[in-house]
């Protein structure tokens, strides 16, 4: 039945494929003598079925070695050649070829969607690295505009700032010293030379006094001196220092005389 079948179908395949009459007999008796292999084949396959065994690890062992010496028959064996009718090979060389270019077109095909696929996915991935790209840019561009204000601000605030500082300073500089010239009109006022009874006293009193300083004159030559040079902040006394004045100004501990040198004195640390 099955070799009636494959007949047919082969006979059909060589009427379609238009081959000639004695190459359609030739590919019939080679299916002829491949059938009359084949049940010889099954028939000593048949035969040499060993019995059925309840030992199943000797019909186990017993299979491999069938199956061994198979294979070894097998690799023994040299394949047979096609057919020499140049027919019947031309058919097979356009059914071999035309089966390999189906396969060719269905690789092609998987490897265009294939493709497609990675190049959507790149003008995507493109898409998405230009967004990031222009997010940067814009992130620091907006950061070095925060920057350059925040110095610009701190610049300016702590300049503002400073000048505040010091028109305060100014100001309680400007009181202070209004404060002290109130309080040294009041207490110290200016030397006074009509107590002398002697005219010739009175005269040389009133050169000596021309040339005297007043004690607020004194404590800003000593603030002066203390400011401008700290590492030297003595002052030499001399003539237009009044000596009660700065005898008051050391009994007070407003001044400090020299250590080796008892006509400088300085104005006394008060931190």
């Given at each position: 039945?099955?070799?009636?079948e494959?007949?047919?179908?082969?006979?059909g395949?060589?009427?379609?494929a238009?081959?000639?009459e004695?190459?359609?007999?030739?590919?019939l008796?080679?299916?002829?003598?491949?059938?009359?292999h084949?049940?010889?084949?099954?028939?000593?396959?048949?035969?040499?079925?060993?019995e059925?065994?309840?030992?199943?690890?000797?019909?186990?062992v017993?299979?491999?070695?069938?199956?061994?010496?198979?294979?070894?028959?097998?690799?023994?064996?040299?394949?047979?050649?096609?057919?020499?009718?140049s027919?019947i090979?031309?058919?097979?060389?356009k059914?071999?070829?035309l089966?390999?270019c189906?396969?060719?077109?269905?690789?092609v095909?998987?490897?265009?969607a294939?493709?497609d696929k990675?190049?959507?996915?790149k003008?995507?991935?493109q898409?998405?690295?230009?967004?990031?790209?222009?997010?940067l840019?814009?992130?620091?561009?907006?950061?070095?505009?925060?920057?350059?204000?925040?110095?610009k601000?701190?610049?300016?605030?702590?300049?503002?700032?400073?000048k505040?500082?010091?028109?305060?300073?100014?100001?309680?500089?400007?009181?202070?010293m209004?404060?002290?010239?109130?309080?040294?009109?009041?207490?110290?006022?200016?030397?006074?030379?009509?107590?002398s009874?002697?005219?010739?006293?009175?005269?040389?009193?009133?050169?000596?006094s021309?040339?005297?300083?007043?004690?607020?004159?004194?404590?800003e030559?000593l603030?002066?001196?203390a400011?401008?040079?700290?590492?030297?902040?003595?002052?030499?006394?001399?003539?237009?220092f009044?000596?009660?004045?700065?005898?008051?100004?050391?009994?007070?501990g407003?001044?400090?005389?020299?250590?080796?040198?008892?006509?400088?004195i300085?104005l006394?640390?008060?931190?």
């Amino acid at each position: 039945m099955l070799r009636a079948e494959v007949e047919e179908r082969a006979a059909g395949e060589a009427a379609a494929a238009g081959l000639s009459e004695a190459a359609h007999l030739e590919l019939l008796e080679l299916c002829e003598e491949q059938f009359t292999h084949l049940e010889k084949l099954q028939n000593e396959i048949i035969l040499c079925e060993p019995e059925f065994s309840e030992n199943l690890q000797e019909q186990s062992v017993n299979g491999l070695i069938a199956t061994e010496a198979e294979l070894k028959q097998w690799l023994s064996v040299e394949p047979s050649l096609l057919p020499s009718n140049s027919e019947i090979l031309l058919q097979a060389g356009k059914e071999e070829m035309l089966k390999l270019c189906s396969e060719l077109e269905m690789v092609v095909s998987c490897y265009e969607a294939k493709r497609d696929k990675l190049k959507e996915t790149k003008e995507l991935e493109q898409k998405w690295l230009e967004e990031k790209k222009k997010v940067l840019v814009a992130v620091t561009n907006h950061f070095e505009r925060l920057k350059m204000e925040k110095e610009k601000f701190s610049g300016h605030s702590i300049l503002l700032d400073t000048k505040e500082k010091i028109q305060k300073m100014k100001a309680y500089h400007e009181k202070l010293m209004e404060t002290l010239g109130d309080v040294l009109e009041v207490h110290v006022p200016l030397l006074q030379n009509e107590t002398s009874s002697s005219k010739k006293k009175k005269n040389i009193e009133q050169e000596i006094s021309e040339d005297l300083i007043s004690l607020g004159d004194i404590l800003e030559v000593l603030m002066n001196k203390a400011l401008e040079t700290p590492h030297d902040p003595y002052v030499t006394i001399d003539h237009t220092f009044w000596p009660p004045y700065v005898e008051m100004l050391l009994r007070h501990g407003i001044a400090v005389r020299h250590q080796e040198n008892n006509f400088k004195i300085r104005l006394e640390n008060f931190f």
